[in-house]
């Protein structure tokens, strides 16, 4: 920790209203983190590597601690709004950088939203009921829009609720494959078995991406930081906790699964979770699991459709976005622009775009995020403020961006592709947006030269 005095936080009476202690904070990190990853991406990674899911996990743990510990230094050290963009703009002063990271960092809320949406809609749901894809997802992002609208210690209430929901599914997958191997049943040895058609090494790194998808609540947090009560005490805690704790629920849910389901058959599956129920022989019936792995897929839904509102919040208050996107509604101090914006780009996403291949292009807008966010947290060292915050030693960051390079080498070119996109999309909303200033700056003067002084009035 540094050694500054501290100072309090001045809240602006307009602004977003401080409302979030630890608790409710690690709770929005562990809902966010054990969310649809785990409920629906094991299938994948046993496609990569077999029965050795463990082996990305711990790779995906190391490169989330790493760069949670640089969060962890700049959400204390500024706790407002807006995530990397701010720390960006602090410290390189460009423009039009700080707007491009805090796109990628928005795009990413949506593009993950729209994947979960899609899952919602998925192979749980139809184990319930018959509905049509498309409609369900767009009703689902419209009833989490009305929530986030409400408020984000409403938002956050839903997510505590949720959250001990979703994880109460994992720990009963926890104890019935602990079942299944205390009987005799099911295959030790599969937790060591690499998929047959695929090189160990590069099955490992490939998977480390889906993998790593699991471990994105912190940078969803971050936008939270205008909205925590305490952000030097509550942030440290609430995020490290909140990554070993999905570490440890994620370490064990892997090596289940691949003692009770052969890795082959969780490979073709999009509900591998229900998979291993359905195979433990417990008289547990599927539609109950189902429900459960839904409310996780609706609480992950959630928490990045806040992120995402807040990151608009956030950039409309450094003046990268036109100044709607900052306004909030008076009684709930909500920013009801960018989340209406949010949820039609999610809608639109969710109507165009696949799980797999969404979720990637997460974690690939995601790295980029982290790239930038390392690197300004080595030019802010030598900042000063004055409050008292976390501090992480230089080499931390130097071997995030190392991690992070890897990581980006090991995706596939439509997911570039897709990401070319979105900075061509971003970089024209950029200078509409910068257009719309000038003007506003230009009408401003005109106005204060033919206003008479002050004197003559």
Avoid at 183 to 203: K, T
Wanted: aromatic content about 8%.
């Amino acid at each position: 920790m540094t050694t500054e005095t501290p100072a309090p936080l001045v809240e602006h009476p307009l602004g977003l209203k401080r409302a979030i202690g630890t608790p409710l904070l690690y709770a929005f990190i562990v809902g966010d983190t054990l969310g649809a990853g785990i409920y629906t991406l094991v299938g994948t990674m046993a496609t990569d590597v077999g029965g050795v899911i463990w082996l990305p996990l711990l790779i995906a743990l190391v490169v989330a601690l790493l760069t949670a510990g640089t969060y962890a230094e700049l959400i204390t050290k500024y706790p407002h709004a807006g995530g990397a963009a701010r720390y960006v703009d602090r410290a390189f002063g460009i423009p039009y950088l700080s707007f491009l990271v805090g796109f990628l960092m928005m795009a990413s809320g949506i593009t993950t939203a729209a994947a979960l949406a899609n899952a919602f809609a998925g192979d749980y749901l139809s184990a319930l009921f018959d509905l049509p894809p498309i409609p369900t997802a767009l009703v689902f992002i419209a009833l989490l829009t009305l929530i986030n609208l409400r408020g984000v210690k409403e938002s956050l209430g839903a997510n505590l609720a949720a959250s001990v929901i979703e994880v109460t599914g994992l720990v009963i997958v926890i104890v019935l494959a602990a079942m299944v191997l205390g009987r005799g049943d099911g295959d030790l040895s599969r937790v060591v078995e690499f998929a047959p058609d695929v090189p160990p090494l590069q099955g490992a790194f490939a998977a480390s991406i889906v993998a790593f998808f699991s471990f994105l609540g912190f940078e969803a947090a971050a936008n939270m930081a205008e909205e925590v009560k305490d952000p030097s005490k509550s942030y440290p805690r609430a995020l490290f906790g909140a990554i070993l704790t999905a570490a440890v629920v994620y370490l064990l849910i892997a090596l289940g699964a691949v003692i009770v389901v052969p890795p082959s058959e969780l490979a073709t599956s999009t509900g591998p979770l229900l998979e291993v129920v359905t195979a433990s022989g417990v008289a547990m019936p599927g539609w109950i699991f189902s429900l459960i792995a839904l409310v996780a897929i609706a609480n992950g839904a959630l928490l990045f459709m806040v992120m995402a509102s807040r990151v608009g919040y956030g950039l409309a208050e450094s003046g990268l976005l036109p100044r709607a996107f900052g306004r909030v509604l008076p009684r709930r101090r909500t920013p009801w622009v960018s989340i209406l914006v949010v949820a039609g780009a999610t809608m639109l996403l969710s109507m165009v775009g696949d799980i797999g291949t969404l979720a990637s292009t997460t974690v690939l807008l995601l790295l980029l995020v982290f790239l930038s966010a390392n690197v300004s947290v080595l030019v802010l060292k030598k900042d000063r403020v004055g409050h008292r915050h976390f501090s992480v030693p230089r080499i931390v960051p130097v071997l995030a961006i190392i991690a992070s390079i890897v990581l980006l080498t090991q995706q596939t070119g439509i997911v570039w592709l897709g990401t070319a996109a979105y900075v061509v999309v971003g970089s024209l909303l950029f200078l509409v947006a910068r257009f719309g200033r000038k003007r506003e700056e230009k009408a401003a003067a005109a106005r204060a030269e033919v206003a008479p002084p002050a004197g003559d009035r």
